[in-house]
């Protein structure tokens, strides 16, 4: 695959593709073949490290499925009638926790075969369920006895599905064939977490060089589809890479300077139990490298962009005007795309805020916890990385955009050979 992959490197920085006048300019083949060998050789390394790193079947624990045991299994419902009880929920439960008052709800649903019914605890009525909804329930039926039900949750998949249609139609008819490689670069994505990084995580793999390898192979195939293959977009995957290597460096150290064990939660305990020998201070660290990815790319595609659209409104510009009117566009984007970082963690995590500003614990305190400073210590690691990768992919941007011209702007670009700039030209 990666052999004519970059087959069709070579052969697209050599001929043109393109009319975008930001790419115009004499073709540049020597750089276009020297780049090609550079990405080739790290590609190599790359897909080299991910079989060495990739798990047999038998290395990745499995525990058995809660609900496929011997006479339990899940069945599709519809909700067919509620009928609400009072059941003296309120006050503290059993265990210590606090239950919340109000009534309970008896539940009739059609089931495979007939109906059943089940209760719901007043918490869970309280969130709403009506006639109608079609939800999962567990069903238990042991040998000779009648089967009963528990719910277990919503049936999601019809509006899950419509989402990612509307978005993918949208996507595509916006963006066209852009939009239709990044979707391409989506399912990339989630091949390489899934089948890749989660069993390698699980078989006790460095999480740490799990993560770089999966991120730098994710990059590679993500920017070459998403942005097309050309000089431009070498330059952003440069400097992508470096800010995946600072953001590694740096979530290592601030793991264990901040003394992140990983266990914030059940899930996290339910984590370990399941697999003992998980370490889940160093997938915290490495899921840093994962967090980042996104905005990074944003900002690393977005300043080579920005080189090369300033170079071809003023190709008379020197390297270091070229860089320092980029960096006015970096300094803004590093801006916006820290508040991302910081709104996406708020958004995710607001039932966590709402409970702690109810408990009325402080923000210091809050955010001194395990649970809180794990998301703290990873936001302020991704954006760490982010802000170096701004000027470090702009030196790279402004290194191999297309050499200074005498041309006035607005001048035909030179034609060298016959053939016009591809994609890469600059």
């Keep these: 695959m990666f052999s004519i992959l970059w087959h069709a490197v070579i052969v697209a920085h050599s001929h043109s593709h393109s009319h975008a006048p930001v790419d115009a300019g004499p073709p540049r083949r020597g750089l276009a073949v020297g780049l090609s060998m550079v990405v080739m050789t790290i590609s190599a390394i790359a897909v080299v490290a991910m079989i060495l790193l990739w798990p047999d079947a038998d290395q990745v624990p499995k525990d058995q499925n809660p609900y496929s045991g011997e006479g339990v299994s899940t069945v599709d419902a519809t909700v067919t009638k509620v009928e609400p009880f009072g059941c003296n929920s309120g006050g503290e439960g059993p265990d210590g926790s606090i239950e919340v008052a109000g009534d309970c709800a008896r539940v009739t649903a059609t089931v495979p075969g007939g109906t059943g019914t089940f209760e719901l605890d007043a918490s869970r009525y309280k969130a709403g369920i009506e006639p109608g909804d079609d939800i999962s329930l567990i069903r238990i039926e042991p040998a000779g006895q009648e089967a009963s039900y528990e719910f277990l949750d919503f049936k999601r998949g019809v509006p899950l599905v419509a989402l990612a249609a509307i978005f993918a139609v949208l996507v595509v008819a916006i963006a066209r064939w852009r939009g239709l490689f990044a979707l391409v670069g989506i399912g990339v994505t989630l091949l390489a977490v899934t089948k890749f990084m989660l069993p390698a995580f699980l078989a006790g793999e460095s999480p740490l060089a799990v993560a770089v390898v999966g991120s730098t192979v994710i990059m590679i195939v993500v920017l070459y589809l998403a942005h097309g293959i050309s000089i431009r977009t070498t330059s952003a995957l440069f400097g992508t890479l470096v800010g995946i290597a600072l953001t590694a460096a740096i979530g290592v150290a601030a ?172």
């Design 255 to 426: 793991t264990g300077w901040s003394q992140l064990s990983g266990v914030g939660s059940e899930d996290d305990q339910r984590l370990i139990a399941t697999v003992p020998d998980i370490s889940l201070s160093a997938i915290v660290a490495g899921t840093m490298v994962i967090a980042g990815l996104g905005v990074l790319n944003d900002v690393t595609v977005t300043q080579a962009s920005a080189v090369w659209e300033m170079r071809a409104l003023k190709p008379a510009a020197r390297g270091a005007e070229l860089f320092t009117s980029a960096m006015r566009i970096g300094r803004d984007h590093i801006a916006s795309s820290v508040y991302t970082l910081v709104f996406a963690y708020a958004g995710s995590a607001m039932t966590i805020l709402l409970l702690a500003t109810a408990y009325q614990r402080g923000l210091a305190d809050l955010a001194t916890t395990e649970e809180i400073g794990q998301e703290i210590v990873r936001t302020l690691v991704g954006a760490i990385g982010l802000v170096l990768a701004v000027p470090i992919t702009t030196l790279f941007a402004v290194w191999l955009a297309p050499p200074r011209t005498d041309e006035p702007v607005g001048a035909p670009a030179r034609r060298s050979g016959g053939s016009h700039a591809g994609p890469v030209g600059g």
